[in-house]
């Protein structure tokens, strides 16, 4: 069967698919939009004069791969209502190429309680009732992308097994498994036990993971039967055992391992394609040899007993190859301190992600990070806090090759206070007054004038972006 593809632009796949369905619509009422709506009685008879002269069904004329590709654009609930344009619409849908199921009631609310996981039950979960019905009645022989997000617990196991199933039939290229549901162990799903009789797929190239109980031989059979895998994430579940990336000839490019309990077991990376890795930086338990090719790296700090040693033995064969380290701090350690930071010869970006940045004195020694990357261009930080701490004097660090330092958060000229000593010297910043959630609309109007006042002042490698973290 010859396949013809279609290119869209980037962004534009949904409104491209909206306007073509408008204009079949108006197609087939023999309306035209560039014209004024004439009454209904003036419709019918349009209608029975254009019949009569033989309206084309343009979208008719198009080849079944065409529609599939269209309708793979889609949401599945629309792909699935075009079975109502005509006669021959009825079965167009099933072989749409991607099957999303995503409750959209709770896309951004992954919390669950007690009540809820205690009286859900699988056989009534409309959920499960509607991945059951469009499984049976689907009649595509290959699968671009199949997503499971919504809440379910381990009671559906065997459920969850047949979909895999159907999945590893399919030769599915990104499989997302982002259940939602309680972090005890005992509301999660095994995913050994979802595995059941795991073939070779020589087509998955994503696999994301989330809630859910994990083994280091689970992810290992995952690498073995998947040749071209180049993107794994795993999100919010529990690591049971050591998990290595260990092999030569690994593809994999993107790894992301973000919110786990980890407990005492080890991550292991021995990628030689791996460029990107994102991972929750435990004491001692993550390790890095022969990759290359890494230059992107997200440490995630939840542990207050992480130092700086813990760090630069966990980097010390990657150091002087990293372009871009993000530091995520949701946890900040007690005796992080920044001395000793391992000197980065090529680091270009560096990102400080924080909630408490002046509580812990995380600023203050940081001329020792930016004398230890001279070809620093872009230092970020975020953090989330309506309110820090006044942080004492520092020492003046000034850097010949800083372009941009941009600060967010909703209290971002006290981040000026202290950073201004990377450039130029500046008073502007003691006019400005601190946010807070008590501030009101005009106060916060009033706040961010003066924030773009202060911008004038400044130099232009340093760049104030605000956002208010309380409800306005």
Not at 419 to 434: D, F, W
Request: charged letters at 25%; one cysteine or more; a positive charge.
């Amino acid at each position: 069967m010859v396949r013809t593809q279609v290119r869209f632009p980037a962004g534009a796949h949904n409104k491209y698919c909206d306007d073509y369905f408008k204009w079949y619509w108006k197609l087939m009422d023999g309306t035209n939009s560039n014209q004024q709506e004439p009454c209904e009685k003036h419709k019918r008879k349009k209608r029975r004069i254009e019949c009569d002269k033989g309206v084309v069904d343009r979208i008719s004329e198009l080849p079944d791969e065409i529609i599939y590709i269209i309708l793979s654009f889609l949401p599945l609930r629309q792909a699935a209502s075009t079975s109502l344009l005509s006669h021959r619409w009825p079965d167009l849908w099933k072989h749409t190429s991607n099957l999303d199921f995503i409750d959209s009631n709770r896309r951004h609310n992954i919390k669950t309680t007690e009540i809820e996981n205690d009286s859900w039950d699988v056989s009534t979960c409309k959920n499960v009732k509607m991945v059951n019905s469009v499984l049976e009645s689907h009649q595509a022989l290959f699968l671009k992308e199949f997503r499971i997000q919504f809440y379910i617990n381990s009671s559906a196991q065997s459920t969850i097994t047949k979909w895999l199933e159907f999945v590893w039939s399919r030769q599915v290229e990104r499989l997302n498994l982002k259940f939602i549901c309680d972090n005890s162990p005992k509301h999660m799903l095994v995913l050994g036990d979802l595995l059941g009789e795991i073939r070779c797929m020589q087509h998955l190239k994503t696999l994301s993971l989330r809630c859910l109980i994990i083994s280091g031989e689970d992810i290992s059979l995952f690498l073995k039967n998947c040749p071209l895998l180049r993107e794994l994430n795993i999100e919010g579940s529990h690591l049971t055992s050591e998990v290595k990336f260990c092999d030569s000839t690994l593809v994999l490019e993107e790894l992301r391992i973000r919110k786990c309990n980890i407990r005492e077991s080890f991550i292991n990376i021995s990628a030689p394609n791996l460029a990107l890795v994102s991972v929750d930086a435990r004491p001692g338990q993550l390790w890095f040899e022969n990759v290359p090719r890494l230059v992107d790296v997200n440490f995630a700090i939840y542990s207050a007993r992480y130092t700086m040693q813990h760090f630069t033995s966990a980097v010390s064969c990657i150091t002087s190859q990293l372009e871009k380290l993000t530091f995520s701090l949701y946890l900040y350690p007690k005796k992080l301190s920044w001395n000793g930071f391992p000197i980065m010869p090529n680091l270009k970006e560096l990102v400080v992600k924080e909630s408490s940045l002046y509580e812990h004195g995380c600023l203050l020694p940081l001329k020792s990070v930016i004398s230890a990357c001279p070809c620093l261009q872009n230092f970020k930080f975020e953090f989330n806090e309506s309110s820090v701490k006044n942080a004492p004097n520092v020492e003046r660090c000034p850097h010949q090759y800083i372009k941009t330092m941009k600060f967010q958060g909703s209290c971002a000229t006290d981040i000026i206070q202290s950073m201004t000593y990377i450039t130029v010297c500046c008073n502007a910043y003691q006019e400005i007054k601190r946010c807070t959630r008590a501030m009101s609309k005009d106060g916060v109007h009033s706040h961010r004038e003066q924030m773009v006042h202060l911008q004038q002042h400044l130099s232009h490698q340093v760049e104030i972006k605000f956002f208010k973290s309380i409800d306005e």
